[in-house]
């Protein structure tokens, strides 16, 4: 599943720090601008205590979860739009994303340098939605050109075109992000066609001290009340925090240090499957005594789709499908008293594949 969420932000907000938390990559963290001017691609694990469940009760050789790509994308500037500091670099690598994670600085500390010389997450942000949104607006206002000319002829579909895109570039100059405007079902696939910045999904990451990661602070009340009508999730994470945990060598010391934090998981747990929810995203499993394996696959998919993501074989030759439910498999114990019990359910190629679902494919090619 080739989807991939991309860090962005400012320079020296946190993004590296988090990669790195995320992925154990040891991307460079650095205490000035442009720090990261190449993006750094890292593959990170989902947690998942399903599989871990479905492995107690399976005791497979091997455990394969399920991973999501992420990218640590270069700090962005004012005038990025038009192509200042690494502008036309950090455009053309989230254009590449399927989704956004936005990191705000949310946090006062005089030894780490803020690009604009001071804190302020709402200039901030708006510095990075103003130039999404005037590269927007340009990619609109070349779309405009066509559909103006192809209007002439009052063909019906040229019209919705032009009306639709007249409609989306209003939305933008309002200094609107696309992904809230409200669109009709016909004006849709235009809207779609145009790879807009602002359409992707976003997940806002306010990066904070150590005293704010879980009752926020004044900066996250501010950034909150911000993106009340933007339809996007929004997280509360210590970057610090988060490197200090990655950086034990063992479980134990992880899962003591955590203890020691009164966390209940690490916070990068939440962005991992924050990404995965945002990328629309669900898991199904297989389970047998080779392997327990988690596997991605688009939400709303078909069984015959989900098959595919195994390999192209299973696809194309889909008779039928073998479905469990995690809930009932986790009750039973085992396949064979789902099996007893009437619960194992044979579905065609129009199943809907459900997230959790324990799934065997019948197949012949």
């Not at 091997?62 to 992420?70: A, G, L, N, Q, S």
């Not at 209003?170 to 079902?185: K, Q, V």
């Not at 392997?291 to 078909?302: C, F, N, P």
């Not at 499908?321 to 986790?330: F, G, L, T």
Request: hydrophobic residues 40%.
């Amino acid at each position: 599943m080739a989807l991939k969420c991309g860090i962005v932000g400012l320079p020296n907000v946190g993004k590296s720090t988090l990669f790195n938390a995320l992925t154990s990559a040891k991307a460079l963290a650095a205490n000035y601008p442009f720090a990261t001017k190449e993006p750094n691609v890292g593959i990170i694990t989902v947690p998942d205590p399903r599989l871990d469940q479905l492995a107690k009760l399976v005791n497979p050789q091997k455990i394969i979860p399920t991973t999501v790509e992420i990218v640590d994308i270069a700090g962005l500037i004012k005038g990025a739009s038009k192509g200042e500091g690494l502008g036309n670099q950090f455009l053309a690598n989230i254009r590449e994303v399927d989704a956004i994670v936005h990191v705000i600085r949310c946090f006062d500390d005089d030894n780490v340098i803020h690009v604009d010389g001071n804190i302020n997450p709402v200039s901030d942000k708006e510095v990075i939605d103003t130039e999404l949104i005037l590269k927007d607006i340009e990619t609109v206002e070349k779309k405009l050109e066509r559909y103006r000319k192809m209007a002439k002829t009052s063909n019906k579909e040229d019209l919705l075109n032009l009306a639709t895109a007249e409609k989306i570039l209003a939305h933008l100059e309002a200094e609107n992000p696309a992904r809230s405007l409200s669109l009709e079902d016909p004006e849709i696939p235009i809207f779609e066609e145009m790879y807009l910045l602002t359409a992707k999904p976003i997940l806002y990451v306010c990066n904070v001290d150590e005293e704010a990661f879980k009752t926020g602070n004044k900066y996250t009340e501010q950034i909150k009340q911000l993106i009340e009508n933007e339809n996007a999730e929004l997280i509360l994470i210590s970057a610090k925090i988060e490197s200090e945990i990655a950086e034990l060598d063992s479980k134990e010391e992880r899962d003591e240090f955590i203890e020691m934090m009164d966390l209940d998981e690490p916070g990068v747990n939440l962005v991992i499957r924050s990404c995965y929810k945002l990328l629309n995203l669900i898991t199904y499993f297989t389970a047998g005594e080779k392997e327990v394996r988690a596997w991605t696959v688009l939400k709303d998919a078909k069984a015959p789709q989900a098959a595919g993501v195994i390999h192209t074989d299973f696809e194309k030759g889909f008779i039928r499908a073998e479905v469990i439910k995690y809930a009932d498999y986790v009750e039973l114990g085992s396949e064979s008293a789902v099996k007893d019990a009437g619960k194992l359910k044979v579905e065609g190629k129009e199943y809907i594949v459900q997230d959790g679902d324990v799934m065997h494919f019948r197949f012949n090619v």
